[in-house]
Protein backbone atom coordinates (compact mmCIF):
# COMPACT_ATOMS: atom_id res chain seq x y z
CA UNK A 1 0.00 0.00 0.00
CA UNK A 2 3.02 2.21 -0.06
CA UNK A 3 2.20 3.20 3.73
CA UNK A 4 5.03 1.73 6.01
CA UNK A 5 8.52 4.17 4.82
CA UNK A 6 6.92 7.15 5.37
CA UNK A 7 5.12 6.50 8.20
CA UNK A 8 7.81 4.66 9.94
CA UNK A 9 10.07 7.19 9.26
CA UNK A 10 7.34 9.05 11.23
CA UNK A 11 7.45 6.97 13.99
CA UNK A 12 11.44 6.82 14.74
CA UNK A 13 11.75 10.96 14.37
CA UNK A 14 8.93 10.84 17.22
CA UNK A 15 10.42 8.30 18.94
CA UNK A 16 13.78 9.79 19.03
CA UNK A 17 11.92 12.99 20.04
CA UNK A 18 10.18 11.00 23.00
CA UNK A 19 13.40 9.16 24.17
CA UNK A 20 14.80 12.81 25.02
CA UNK A 21 12.45 13.48 26.97
CA UNK A 22 11.94 10.02 28.99
CA UNK A 23 15.94 10.29 30.10
CA UNK A 24 15.51 12.49 33.13
CA UNK A 25 13.21 9.83 34.85
CA UNK A 26 15.00 6.73 34.44
CA UNK A 27 15.70 5.14 37.95
CA UNK A 28 13.22 7.25 39.32
CA UNK A 29 10.75 5.47 41.56
CA UNK A 30 7.35 6.19 40.61
CA UNK A 31 6.11 8.35 43.16
CA UNK A 32 3.11 10.66 43.80
CA UNK A 33 5.96 13.54 42.52
CA UNK A 34 7.56 11.40 39.75
CA UNK A 35 3.88 10.47 37.94
CA UNK A 36 3.13 14.33 37.93
CA UNK A 37 6.08 15.39 36.52
CA UNK A 38 6.04 12.62 33.95
CA UNK A 39 3.01 13.37 33.06
CA UNK A 40 3.92 17.11 32.32
CA UNK A 41 6.70 15.73 29.92
CA UNK A 42 4.29 13.65 28.39
CA UNK A 43 1.70 15.95 28.00
CA UNK A 44 3.86 17.88 25.98
CA UNK A 45 5.31 15.24 23.67
CA UNK A 46 1.70 14.45 23.40
CA UNK A 47 0.39 17.53 21.79
CA UNK A 48 3.20 18.05 19.06
CA UNK A 49 2.55 13.78 18.54
CA UNK A 50 -1.24 13.77 18.10
CA UNK A 51 -0.73 17.37 15.60
CA UNK A 52 1.65 15.44 13.31
CA UNK A 53 -0.12 12.56 13.14
CA UNK A 54 -3.22 14.46 12.20
CA UNK A 55 -1.19 16.60 9.48
CA UNK A 56 0.01 13.56 8.13
CA UNK A 57 -3.09 11.40 7.93
CA UNK A 58 -4.70 14.48 6.19
CA UNK A 59 -1.55 15.31 3.41
CA UNK A 60 -1.76 10.80 3.31
CA UNK A 61 -5.42 11.04 2.13
CA UNK A 62 -4.99 14.08 0.24
CA UNK A 63 -2.14 12.87 -1.51
CA UNK A 64 -1.99 9.16 -2.36
CA UNK A 65 -5.78 8.37 -2.25
CA UNK A 66 -7.46 11.40 -3.81
CA UNK A 67 -10.09 11.57 -1.14
CA UNK A 68 -11.45 14.92 -0.91
CA UNK A 69 -10.70 16.24 2.61
CA UNK A 70 -12.19 19.56 4.11
CA UNK A 71 -9.16 21.41 6.13
CA UNK A 72 -11.80 23.30 8.76
CA UNK A 73 -11.92 19.44 9.97
CA UNK A 74 -8.72 19.34 11.17
CA UNK A 75 -9.62 20.60 14.48
CA UNK A 76 -12.15 18.08 14.94
CA UNK A 77 -9.84 15.13 14.14
CA UNK A 78 -7.42 16.24 16.25
CA UNK A 79 -9.16 16.85 19.41
CA UNK A 80 -11.36 13.27 18.75
CA UNK A 81 -7.64 11.80 18.22
CA UNK A 82 -6.61 13.23 22.17
CA UNK A 83 -9.58 12.12 23.66
CA UNK A 84 -8.58 8.48 21.92
CA UNK A 85 -4.53 8.55 22.94
CA UNK A 86 -5.29 10.07 26.36
CA UNK A 87 -8.18 7.10 26.89
CA UNK A 88 -5.43 4.88 25.82
CA UNK A 89 -2.53 6.09 27.65
CA UNK A 90 -4.58 6.03 30.52
CA UNK A 91 -5.89 2.00 30.65
CA UNK A 92 -1.65 1.13 30.15
CA UNK A 93 -1.43 3.75 32.97
CA UNK A 94 -3.38 1.84 35.44
CA UNK A 95 -2.32 -1.60 34.29
CA UNK A 96 1.26 -1.10 34.65
CA UNK A 97 1.08 1.50 38.11
CA UNK A 98 -2.31 -0.02 39.62
CA UNK A 99 -5.22 1.59 40.64
CA UNK A 100 -4.00 4.53 43.27
CA UNK A 101 -0.70 5.36 40.74
CA UNK A 102 -2.30 4.85 37.89
CA UNK A 103 -5.42 7.37 39.05
CA UNK A 104 -2.35 10.42 39.97
CA UNK A 105 -1.10 10.14 36.51
CA UNK A 106 -4.40 9.92 34.81
CA UNK A 107 -5.56 13.37 36.85
CA UNK A 108 -2.64 14.96 36.10
CA UNK A 109 -1.97 14.28 32.67
CA UNK A 110 -5.07 15.18 31.85
CA UNK A 111 -5.02 18.58 33.73
CA UNK A 112 -1.92 19.48 31.83
CA UNK A 113 -2.73 18.50 28.26
CA UNK A 114 -5.95 20.49 28.81
CA UNK A 115 -4.18 23.19 30.17
CA UNK A 116 -1.63 23.43 27.18
CA UNK A 117 -4.08 23.43 24.91
CA UNK A 118 -6.29 26.01 26.95
CA UNK A 119 -3.46 28.82 27.26
CA UNK A 120 -3.62 28.86 23.13
CA UNK A 121 -7.11 30.75 23.52
CA UNK A 122 -6.75 34.43 23.67
CA UNK A 123 -9.00 34.78 26.34
CA UNK A 124 -9.73 33.20 30.05
CA UNK A 125 -13.56 32.98 28.94
CA UNK A 126 -12.85 31.45 26.06
CA UNK A 127 -9.79 29.14 28.06
CA UNK A 128 -12.89 28.38 30.74
CA UNK A 129 -15.29 27.12 27.80
CA UNK A 130 -12.70 25.27 26.18
CA UNK A 131 -11.55 23.66 29.98
CA UNK A 132 -15.38 22.44 30.52
CA UNK A 133 -15.98 21.36 27.21
CA UNK A 134 -13.00 19.18 26.60
CA UNK A 135 -13.47 17.70 30.46
CA UNK A 136 -17.21 17.03 29.36
CA UNK A 137 -16.24 14.62 26.68
CA UNK A 138 -13.09 13.42 27.95
CA UNK A 139 -15.81 11.62 30.53
CA UNK A 140 -18.07 10.57 27.63
CA UNK A 141 -15.83 8.75 25.26
CA UNK A 142 -14.29 7.24 27.99
CA UNK A 143 -17.57 5.79 29.45
CA UNK A 144 -17.88 4.62 25.53
CA UNK A 145 -14.79 3.41 25.41
CA UNK A 146 -14.64 1.34 28.36
CA UNK A 147 -16.96 -1.27 26.11
CA UNK A 148 -14.36 -1.93 24.64
CA UNK A 149 -11.97 -4.44 26.33
CA UNK A 150 -9.35 -5.05 23.81
CA UNK A 151 -7.55 -1.27 22.20
CA UNK A 152 -5.90 -3.59 19.15
CA UNK A 153 -6.64 -6.77 17.24
CA UNK A 154 -4.47 -9.72 18.31
CA UNK A 155 -1.50 -10.40 15.96
CA UNK A 156 -2.43 -12.43 12.73
CA UNK A 157 -5.99 -10.89 13.37
CA UNK A 158 -7.13 -7.99 10.77
CA UNK A 159 -10.49 -7.58 12.35
CA UNK A 160 -10.85 -4.31 13.81
CA UNK A 161 -14.86 -4.31 14.84
CA UNK A 162 -14.67 -5.40 18.67
CA UNK A 163 -11.61 -3.07 19.34
CA UNK A 164 -10.70 0.37 20.33
CA UNK A 165 -8.37 1.23 17.68
CA UNK A 166 -11.77 -0.02 15.21
CA UNK A 167 -14.16 2.37 17.03
CA UNK A 168 -12.12 5.05 16.21
CA UNK A 169 -11.14 5.20 13.08
CA UNK A 170 -15.27 4.57 12.31
CA UNK A 171 -15.69 7.95 14.52
CA UNK A 172 -13.05 9.43 12.70
CA UNK A 173 -14.52 8.32 8.84
CA UNK A 174 -17.79 9.88 11.01
CA UNK A 175 -15.95 13.24 11.78
CA UNK A 176 -14.77 13.27 7.84
CA UNK A 177 -17.94 13.19 6.45
CA UNK A 178 -18.63 9.44 5.80
CA UNK A 179 -20.35 9.20 2.40
CA UNK A 180 -21.27 5.71 2.94
CA UNK A 181 -18.59 4.33 0.22
CA UNK A 182 -16.93 1.27 1.59
CA UNK A 183 -13.87 1.39 -0.35
CA UNK A 184 -13.34 5.63 0.73
CA UNK A 185 -14.24 4.46 4.35
CA UNK A 186 -12.02 1.75 4.49
CA UNK A 187 -9.36 3.35 3.24
CA UNK A 188 -9.32 6.46 6.14
CA UNK A 189 -9.86 3.65 8.47
CA UNK A 190 -7.10 1.82 7.43
CA UNK A 191 -4.83 4.88 7.31
CA UNK A 192 -5.85 6.09 10.95
CA UNK A 193 -5.80 2.43 12.61
CA UNK A 194 -1.85 2.01 11.14
CA UNK A 195 -0.57 5.51 11.71
CA UNK A 196 -2.27 5.12 15.15
CA UNK A 197 -0.54 1.98 16.19
CA UNK A 198 2.40 3.40 15.14
CA UNK A 199 2.60 6.34 16.88
CA UNK A 200 1.29 5.01 20.14
CA UNK A 201 4.06 2.62 20.18
CA UNK A 202 6.72 5.41 19.65
CA UNK A 203 5.26 7.21 23.00
CA UNK A 204 7.63 4.16 24.31
CA UNK A 205 5.05 3.86 28.08
CA UNK A 206 6.32 0.94 29.37
CA UNK A 207 10.09 2.90 29.56
CA UNK A 208 8.38 5.83 30.91
CA UNK A 209 6.24 3.85 33.39
CA UNK A 210 9.87 1.57 34.44
CA UNK A 211 11.53 2.03 37.63
CA UNK A 212 14.75 0.79 35.96
CA UNK A 213 17.91 2.74 34.92
Do not use: C
Amino acid sequence: MGWGSPIENEKNKSYKEVEKSWIGFRGAINTDEVLIEKAKALALVLVALIHESTKSLFEELKKDKGIKIEDRKFVEVFFESALFYLSVIDRVAFKTLGADKGSVFAKALFIEFSESLAKTYESDVESARFRSAFEENYTMRRQEYAGYKKLFPDKNDKNMNDTLLGKFGKQIVEVLGSKKDIAEDFLITTSVDIRTMYFIAALDLVTLFSEQN
